[in-house]
């Protein structure tokens, strides 16, 4: 017999199993390219802020994918090329990082990857209407 509770745990189940499926999915298009996936989340914050540039403080706030040691992180970024930092004008004691011209393009093939890797980020599997649904219903999920 089928409970109310058994719907939710199926939903539960296809949830957690799509969301390794896409992790997965997205670290073996990140492979080729020597990047993360923590990596790619920040390329994608510093990408879409430029010419801004952030503190490691903001961008362990934003980041999508857990990275307990933004400092390793963005220590790996600026040894490929792909971020500078830099002291912040206003603050001497403050780190401002931000994106470089190599960083962008790794960026844009990366993003380009990743999106190809996962059905273009859905569109393959859900129409317009679907997706929106998805994303408020996704939202709802406060955790």
């Known amino acids: 017999m089928e409970t109310s509770e058994n719907k939710y745990e199926l939903v539960y189940y296809k ?4 969301s390794h499926k ?5 670290k073996k298009a990140l492979k080729p390219l020597e990047l993360t996936h923590p990596q790619l989340n920040v390329l994608y914050l510093l990408y879409h802020k430029n010419p801004k540039v952030l503190s490691p403080k903001d961008i362990k ?13 963005m220590d790996r970024l ?14 001497r ?9 190599k960083g962008k393009q790794v960026f844009e093939l990366s993003h380009k990857k990743g999106k190809e890797a996962v059905g273009n980020f859905f569109s393959d599997f859900l129409n317009e209407s679907e ?3 998805f994303y408020k219903l996704l939202n709802k999920i406060k955790i």
Do not use: A
């Open 15 to 18: 949830f957690l199993g799509l």
């Open 22 to 26: 896409v992790e997965d999915k997205v």
């Open 61 to 73: 706030e934003s980041l999508i994918v857990n990275q307990p040691d933004i400092t390793r992180l």
């Open 78 to 91: 600026e040894k490929k090329g792909l971020v500078y930092r830099e002291t912040c004008k206003e603050n």
């Open 93 to 101: 004691r403050k780190v401002d990082i931000g994106i470089t011209e």
């Open 131 to 133: 997706s929106k649904t």
